[in-house]
């Protein structure tokens, strides 16, 4: 069975610094995708950035970018220039053949101003 | 473009009666999954519809039910409730033929269970 592991329930970062999010995961799967998701006080979930195991290249999203680790199974998510607005749970989950989402325990992120 | 929409946004129910929750997929979208979020925790797959059929189901019991109708809306049916389903049930929605199959989640809606 696939499991998400976050191990830091909860990470704070100054204002317009630098932080990264830990994520691990176990599969036997070699074809899947890893997700981060945030999910403010309103409690929608909103898609950050998204990586396809077959592809080598980290992705990029603006301010967030992810460093996977395929061998490792780690998908760390780093976020640039932080602002009060990325205050939130953040998520990081996987879909493998069966098409449905496995999450981790989350992230909850404090910005400082 | 309208996103996924869930109602109600809030619900308090009594041990052993019955809920029913609904969920509009984002337009053009034909797949729906529930998901369960209990407080701290992240959300746990229930079941996926498509085509009106369930296609996926995780590790709920049978007490979970659903429903997805021609218009690709979907329907959760939870019997005979227990205190611990109380929890934020959220909605996503996706388009099956996309490689990524990527899910948008809706606002949620929080099951409170006296």
């Known amino acids: 069975a696939q499991t998400v592991t976050q191990s830091q329930p909860e990470m704070s970062v100054q204002e317009a610094e630098t932080v990264t999010l830990s994520c691990t995961y176990d599969t036997s799967e070699s074809d899947y995708y890893l997700f981060w998701y945030k999910q403010p006080p309103s409690r929608q979930m909103i898609l950050v950035i998204r990586?396809?195991?077959?592809?080598?290249q980290n992705a990029t999203e603006n301010r967030f970018s992810v460093n996977f680790q395929k061998a490792a199974k780690s998908f760390s998510l780093k976020i640039s220039d932080s602002q009060l607005g990325d205050a939130a749970m953040y998520f990081c989950?996987?879909?493998?053949?069966?098409?449905?989402?496995?999450f981790g325990t989350g992230t909850r992120l404090t910005v400082i101003p | 473009d309208a996103g996924v929409t869930q109602s109600p946004t809030h619900l308090i129910k009594t041990r052993g009666q019955q809920v029913t929750l609904r969920c509009s997929p984002k337009s053009g979208h034909d797949t729906v999954s529930w998901y369960q979020q209990a407080l701290g925790q992240g959300p746990q797959f229930i079941f996926q519809?498509?085509?009106?059929?369930?296609?996926q189901r995780g590790n709920f019991p049978d007490r979970f039910s659903g429903h997805q109708f021609p218009n690709y809306s979907s329907e959760l049916n939870v019997n005979a409730l227990l205190l611990g389903d109380s929890a934020l049930y959220l909605c996503a929605s996706s388009y099956r033929d996309r490689p990524t199959y990527e899910q948008y989640f809706g606002p949620g809606t929080r099951l409170t269970v006296t």
């Open positions: 990586q396809e195991a077959y592809k080598q």
């Open positions: 519809y498509y085509e009106e059929e369930e296609r």
């Open positions: 989950a996987y879909r493998g053949g069966a098409n449905n989402l496995f």
